[in-house]
């Protein structure tokens, strides 16, 4: 079992910045991605930003390119999103998740990010 501990987020207004973070704990090696998620109200879950190892370049979503860098911390275990520029359409509850192949194997709570305009 792999737990997922998420922080950061909050309210901001517009343009402002927010870091999210993530720590695992548990079973760490079962998983060789992780994953940022985000649901707005009324909306789908859509994948927002993610790292794997293999040396492969992350992926972001076209709506956060250019604004959001996922990173990670390999020594304690802890994935980041430095989200800058924010706009009210970021807003949503933001979920990290740790993946094996492209497959969601383990989700952490949840943290509210609110950006008013």
């Known amino acids: 079992q792999v737990q997922l501990v998420e922080s950061g987020g909050g309210s901001v207004q517009a343009g402002g910045s927010l870091r999210l973070s993530c720590a695992a704990s548990g079973a760490t090696g079962t998983y060789n991605c992780m994953r940022w998620f985000r649901q707005a109200p009324g909306k789908e879950r859509e994948g927002v930003a993610h790292?794997?190892?293999?040396?492969?370049?992350?992926y972001y979503a076209d709506s956060v390119k250019g604004r959001f860098t996922i990173s990670q911390d390999n020594a304690n275990n802890t994935v980041y999103l430095q989200m800058n520029s924010l706009k009210p359409e970021d807003t949503a509850v933001y979920y990290c998740a740790a993946a094996l192949n492209g497959v969601v194997r383990y989700w952490g709570q949840g943290t509210q990010v609110t950006v008013s305009s």
């Open positions: 790292t794997c190892t293999g040396g492969r370049s992350p």
